[in-house]
Every structure is written in C-alpha cells, then in structure tokens.
C-alpha cells in the first residue's frame, strides 16, 4: 500500500483502497456481506471478523465469502479475540458492522444488545488502539437520535437517546465513540476515525426475521399473503449500496489522509424515499407480479418509531456523496436480486452486476 498522497478523494474515487488491507467485522451479516464483496470488486485486500452465519442470514455463503476473504469467526464482546482478528488482519482500515442490528431482538434479550454494541464497541477500539490503522469508520445507526417524531430531518449534531433497548444501544455507542476519539484515537498518528450512521437499508439476499423486505418475499416466494402489522410507520428506505458507498467514501478519504473525514456522518435518502411501510411493501408486490398485502394491526405495546428521516447535507457538501437510486429504483432492484437467484443464476454474478450498475450510475451524477 503507497503512503497516502493527502489528496481530496471524491465520492466515486474508491481507487486509493485497492490494495489496502480492509477489515471488516459483521463480515458475515447482509450489509458485511455486500460490503465485503463490493471491497474484492475495487481490488482491496478484505479480512473478515464475525459469529458464523446464522440460519436466516445465507448471503455470506452463497457470495462464497468463506473462500474470497479471509475471515475469522468471533464474538466481538470477547476483547482477545478481537484483537487477535487485528493481529492477523493487519489492517489499514477498518469498517465495524458487527452489532445486534434488530430492535425487536432487544426488547427480548436487552443485556445482550447493550453487550454486544456498547461492550463490543469498546472491544473494536481497544483494539484499534493497539493496531493503529490508518481508517476507521464506526457503523451505528440512524436510531441513535432521540427521535422526537420531527417531520425533518435530524442532523448529525442533534441529540442522542433511544427509548428501546436498540436505539439507546447505539446512542451509547456514539458517545463511547467519542471519548475514545477525543481521548486516545486523535493521538495516533494517522488515523482517522469517524461514525456513520444510515437509514433502513434493503437490497437483494436480506432473510432475517422482523424486517419488511424479508417477510415479504418469503410470503411471496410461498404465495402467501403479505400481513403488515404496523403499515403506517414511515422509514427512510435506501437501498443497502447507498450507505455503504458512504462508508467506502469515508474509508477512502481516510486512507488518504484527509482529516475532513472524521467525526459523525449520516447517509440517509432524500425526502422522496421516505415512505410508508405500506407503500414499500406494496412496491414489492407490484416488482414481484402478483400477490396480495393484508393489514391486520398490531395491538403490541412495544415502543416503535413511526417517523425517522436523516438530514444527508453533510455528507453531500463534505464528502460529494449523493444517493443514486430513487424509491422506485431500489425497489426494482431489490426483487430482481430475489428473482434472478430463484431462477437459478449464480448470487455472486448477480451481487457483482448491481454493484456495477452502481457505481456506472454514480458517474452520472
């Protein structure tokens, strides 16, 4: 790897991370998955740290990941495996994903949400202390606002919080963040470090439990009915290539010394996308070519965000980072992924070709 130039890297100059020595933890999750194969496609040098790959979430080994990076398996709330992932990885830059990404999990096991994405937070930067990469970008979430129900966007300086266990697991873990930032990483010498934090993401291969995109097309694929609990909460929706281009932006500046990239980022949609839960599943239906949406409402008392948006303005004027892909078009793509693999065509083509089509319409902006 060159040593950094201190040139400006722009949205769509990824060039500077071939060769870099990239780890990835969450490697084996459906956003580490995307991300780690959309790394092998701009020729980085891609290390993996994750739990093995649970039974709903099969992208990390239909992408054949096991045999393209170079992963080890882990728990990130244990610190000595952590930091013997770093040992191995030697990286240049590191992208955390690992974390308890569902809400509704934590209302049903809380310690181990706070466990893994406070105390697993903390482990990630233990180690990075020691390691000394060159970049660092800390993936939490755009639920880590204390979410006032607000009809614009929050920025990336407005107020923490989170009422369920979730949102207050990564709240904490911005503040975490930012006194290992402002006490030790800001001491190293060249590294950069920064938190990022997205909207809903959806895109082809996501299978988990409680996730719209998911129930629908395993309803779909069944010829079931598509039943929305909650129809009318309101999400900002993006496919799952929009913040990860951020993330890739934010490593790549990084690693090229520019000191800009550092501190809170949010990549979220513009308005537009911000739709109902409804709607995006209704959308799906249509792209599928039959089937049928049922509301049967929710009588839960479990706390749930009916409105969320992220103001992107940063990361537009800072970074020259833009969304690319309207409501519409995420939607199309998203089902495609879908009906591609069901018709038997290989995931690996499929995931390389929407990450091209990508980044060519990146070059239109």
């Known amino acids: 790897m060159m040593e950094p130039s201190g040139k400006a890297v722009s949205m769509t100059d990824l060039s500077v991370l071939h060769g870099c020595r990239v780890l990835v933890t969450g490697s084996t999750g459906f956003k580490g998955s995307w991300l780690c194969s959309w790394l092998l496609h701009l020729g980085a040098e891609v290390s993996g740290f994750a739990l093995p790959p649970a039974p709903d979430a099969p992208l990390f080994e239909q992408l054949r990941l096991g045999e393209r990076i170079r992963q080890s398996y882990g728990d990130i709330r244990d610190l000595a495996t952590v930091q013997a992932a770093f040992v191995q990885a030697k990286p240049d830059a590191v992208i955390h994903l690992a974390a308890q990404a569902l809400v509704f999990r934590s209302y049903a096991d809380p310690k181990t949400t706070f466990d893994t994405n406070v105390g697993g937070g903390v482990n990630l930067l233990e180690a990075v202390r020691t390691a000394r990469p060159r970049a660092l970008v800390f993936i ?29 697991s990564k709240a904490a873990a911005e503040l975490v963040f930012s006194a290992y930032r402002e006490s030790f990483l800001d001491t190293i010498p060249r590294l950069i470090a920064a938190t990022a934090r997205a909207g809903n993401v959806i895109g082809g291969g996501d299978l988990s439990d409680n996730r719209i995109v998911p129930d629908c097309i395993r309803a779909l694929r069944r010829h079931q009915r598509v039943i929305l609990r909650r129809p009318d909460s309101t999400r900002p929706w993006q496919h799952v290539l929009e913040p990860l281009s951020g993330y890739l932006a934010l490593a790549a500046r990084q690693v090229a010394g520019d000191g800009t990239a550092a501190g809170a980022w949010n990549f979220g949609p513009d308005a537009e996308n911000v739709r109902t839960v409804e709607a995006l599943a209704r959308g799906l239906v249509d ?24 103001n992107n303005d940063k990361a537009k004027t800072g970074l020259g980072w833009r969304p690319r892909w309207p409501f519409e078009r995420t939607v199309e793509h998203t089902v495609a992924w879908y009906r591609r693999i069901d018709a038997g065509e290989d995931p690996v083509a499929v995931t390389a070709a929407q990450i091209a089509a990508y980044q060519a319409d990146g070059q239109k902006i």
């Open 140 to 168: 939490t979430s755009d639920k880590c606002y204390r979410n006032k129900e607000w009809v614009w966007g929050y920025r990336e300086n407005d107020e923490l919080g989170g009422v369920d266990p979730y949102s207050a």
């Open 287 to 310: 792209r599928w070519g039959g089937g049928e949406v049922v509301v049967e409402r929710d009588s839960s008392t479990l706390h749930e965000a009916r409105l969320l948006m992220l």
